[in-house]
């Protein structure tokens, strides 16, 4: 990591999860992600759901999804960054300030490289309606297990509110959910191998990942940490394509550390 006085470094906040589960959301990997890549020193502390609202409001931090049906709705990730005196919601936010403000010593270790911008966001909407759609239901169902006991109760009781059934009841054929998401991995694998660039095909940015990879990847870990049922999961995403969200993972393998 790049030395940095410590009054200096960069606070990640993350969703506290049971012990031993480590990072486990699909959104705070995206900027674990990021940080990492660009080998920015930062610490990271971890939010029950319910103080999620209350200490972001407390710091500033810009609600996630702003003025919507249930009000201003605060998330995660949101970096603060006291050198540069401002505190970022969101993962590509938090990307176009690292490569603004932390640029890499390679000029093509780029997260947003120019001229992708456009085209990354609407990869990561495809990807966000299809693949994190597929699995996010499967997801959600199993995610209580892995939280802390309040974030737990507070997991359970928001998410049948908002969508006015028991979480428990979100999927009903899971067999059926799975085959479903093992045909959309086969899709996202015949769009790697058409048109990645460069000479190794798995990142989106040729040689380096991008945002868009990361997005890819933090949904795998998503399911990986929370799906653990024998014949889900990680049973299922690792053996696609003869193992290739496997060898995804492994090439990132160097920017997921967890501090």
């Keep these: 990591m790049a030395a940095e006085s410590p009054e200096n470094i960069i606070t990640l906040y993350d969703i506290e999860a049971k012990a031993g589960v480590g990072p486990w959301s699909p959104n705070t990997w995206k900027a674990r992600f990021a940080l990492n890549y660009k080998g920015v020193a930062y610490k990271t502390v971890y939010i029950s759901y319910p103080d999620i609202k209350s200490k972001m409001m407390e710091l500033g931090a810009a609600p996630g999804y702003p003025n919507g049906s249930r009000g201003d709705l605060y998330t995660l990730p949101v970096i603060h960054d006291p050198k540069h005196g401002v505190t970022i919601t969101d993962s590509w936010k938090i990307c176009e300030h690292l490569d603004k403000h932390y640029p890499a010593s390679d000029p093509s270790q780029q997260i947003l490289p120019p001229g992708s911008q456009m085209l990354q966001r609407a990869f990561s909407l495809w990807h966000d309606q299809v693949l994190t759609d597929a699995i996010g239901d499967l997801a959600c169902m199993d995610c209580p297990a892995q939280l802390d006991e309040r974030g737990k109760e507070y997991f359970i009781r928001t998410r049948a509110e908002w969508w006015g059934k028991p979480l428990d009841t979100w999927v009903t054929d899971r067999p059926a959910q799975w085959e479903k998401v093992r045909k959309d991995y086969a899709r996202l694998a015949q769009l790697y191998d058409q048109y990645a660039p460069g000479s190794s095909g798995w990142a989106m940015g ?25 014949g889900e999961g990680w049973d299922v995403l690792s053996k696609i394509d003869g193992g290739r969200w496997d060898r995804f993972l492994q090439k990132l393998a160097p920017y997921m550390s967890e501090q």
Excluded: Q, R, Y
């Design 206 to 230: 040729g040689e380096g990942p991008t945002h868009a990879d990361f997005n890819v990847a933090g949904t795998l870990i998503w399911s990986k940490k929370l799906n653990l049922a024998e």
